[in-house]
């Protein structure tokens, strides 16, 4: 049992001890039982600490794969791959439209050579990889699975979460390739390869994160988020599957914030909403289907450019939100993100931040710490009804693929970013260092600058590529996806074995669009 610094006993679980299924008239019961409100595990980090991600990905791949080494040998526990923008959009470094943005924002990721070099040297069945990548998911999932095959790694040891969310790009981020329909018949396909190819692989990630980055209040992006989980659960229902051969490999994937009580409480209600959405409306059975597993990464749009130094601080409280609200994994961001992409000691800060809150606080000693607080269980309940009223919204419009096509989730997310934005410029809102305690003058920062030869070197690597490979076996894979695409079976099969023989990840999606179009997005009637 942990002691205080007074050498006293911190108990494991505070609370009602006869309490265990919830009780409604308490609105509390016990850690790890329904509907999860403290916690989907009994014990949370009093066994073992939340895994701890760092976010990364930048040039080439053999730059990222150094950075990825620097990381596990600091102690992260687990990657998350940053993919940049021509590859999230499904185009090769030299398509046209990828010009001036190769490797900026993340790693270029063109074919299964460069997936292998992103991680020569690391044993992909002895960490667990998150990959940021939506609309070309399956894609980049399946060229992992090639490269864990080279490695001699069978496919049932490797975990991991392919973030797969093509929804909420519609909604607010923008990386979209194909209409919503055969996205999601996609999304479907990749939840039944995984349960028969990859079981312990977590099949998709339902975001929140970039609805807050985008402006969305913590009510919003609760409701949102799960609106599209219910999609997306009803998707693999439609295409035959059994709620509970799938609902446990679901995740989640949410913002922290600096106010922190505000995000404790959201985290509570939203474990609390989706449990009773899976057992009431979707009859699942298995407990592992009812709770809500998540991701958190610290907020990037609340870090600021001015007095960069002052984003530790906010990352520490962010991130101790999200520890407080029961997160499973997390990601603190580096104080220069505002920036440009963060130096090696930034990164190394950010991850020293959880390791500071893991090993030198008393909060993983005990479970669900703000139980019982007057302020938390009021929020909790409060935020709860302010979301599921939003939920229902999105139902009486059809679900969230209708109401997306009418524009009505995007609609909402900005009124409330403009809301911010306007406190904020009249100081009601305050931001240290930009509207109150501001310097006279910035003090100089060196950002980390990727190189603009990297376009250059992809270009030559794919025309390389494309000249050693075997073309008519490429052909030949591209045809058989084609038409796997026009019909009813599952594409990746034929979209494995048309990347195994190399086939570019533009390639694959160009195929694709061939036969599904391309999403473009309607005007809002909101």
């Given amino acids: 049992m942990a002691l205080t610094e007074s050498g006293l006993p911190i108990q494991p679980v505070y609370g009602p001890e006869a309490l265990t299924e919830w009780d409604p008239a308490v609105k509390l019961g016990q850690p ?28 080439t791949a053999a730059e990222s794969n150094a950075r990825y080494r620097r990381l596990i040998e600091a102690g992260t526990t687990g990657l998350s791959v940053a993919f940049d923008l021509p590859t999230q959009m499904g185009y090769d470094s030299d398509a046209p439209p990828a010009h001036g943005e190769v490797g900026k924002v993340g790693v270029a990721v063109d074919s299964v050579e460069d997936m292998r070099e992103l991680f020569a040297g690391i044993p992909l069945d002895q960490v667990s990889t998150s990959m940021t990548i939506n609309a070309p998911a399956a894609i980049l999932l399946l060229l992992y699975q090639l490269v864990a095959e080279e490695q001699g790694v069978p496919a049932h040891r490797l975990t991991g979460t392919v973030q797969n969310d093509v929804l ?14 055969p996205s999601l018949r996609l999304v479907a396909d990749t939840f039944r390869y995984c349960r028969a190819e990859i079981p312990r692989w977590n099949t998709i990630s339902i975001s929140g994160y970039h609805m807050a980055e985008a402006g969305a209040s913590p009510a919003q992006e609760v409701a949102f988020t799960l609106a599209d989980g219910i999609e997306y659960v009803r998707t693999a229902l439609r295409a035959g599957m059994e709620v509970d051969a799938f609902a446990p490999r679901l995740s989640f994937f949410f913002v922290a914030r600096t106010t922190l009580l505000e995000e404790v409480a959201k985290f509570r209600a939203a474990r609390r909403i989706w449990a009773r959405v899976m057992r009431e409306e979707f009859g699942a059975r298995d407990p592992k289907s009812l709770m809500l597993r998540f991701h958190t990464q610290t907020a990037g749009v609340q870090l600021t450019a001015q007095q960069p130094e002052v984003n530790l601080v906010r990352v520490a409280v962010q991130g101790l939100a999200a520890v407080l609200g029961g997160t499973q994994s997390l990601h603190t961001n580096s104080y220069d993100e505002a920036i440009a992409l963060p130096t090696d000691k930034a990164a190394r800060l950010a991850l020293r931040t959880q390791q500071v809150l893991a090993y030198e606080t008393d909060v993983p000693h005990t479970v669900d710490p703000f139980a019982g607080s007057f302020v938390v269980e009021r929020m909790t309940d409060e935020l709860e009804e302010v979301a599921v009223a939003l939920m229902d919204r999105v139902a009486e419009l059809g679900g969230a693929v209708a109401a997306i096509e009418q524009g009505f989730q995007k609609a909402e997310i900005e009124r409330n970013a403009y809301r911010i934005a306007q406190e904020t410029d009249r100081g009601e809102r305050v931001v240290v260092g930009v509207n109150r305690f501001a310097l006279a003058e910035e003090e100089p920062y060196e950002p980390l600058r990727v190189d603009p030869a990297i376009e250059a070197r992809q270009v030559e690597r794919l025309a390389r590529l494309r000249a050693e490979r ?3 076996a490429v052909e030949a894979g591209l045809a058989a996806l084609r038409e796997a695409a026009g019909g009813s079976g599952n594409v990746l099969h034929p979209m494995k074995e048309a990347l195994r023989a190399r086939a570019t990840v533009g390639e694959v999606c160009t195929a694709l669009r061939e036969v599904w179009g391309t999403y473009t997005p309607a005007d809002s009637s909101w």
């Fill in 32 to 59: 790890g039982f329904y509907p999860f409100t403290r916690g989907i595990y009994p014990t949370m980090y009093t066994g073992r600490p939340w895994t701890m991600r760092q976010y990364a990905g930048f040039g």
């Fill in 168 to 181: 909420k790009e519609y909604i607010a981020r923008g990386t979209y390739i194909f209409p919503p329909a």
């Fill in 470 to 472: 075997d073309g008519a």
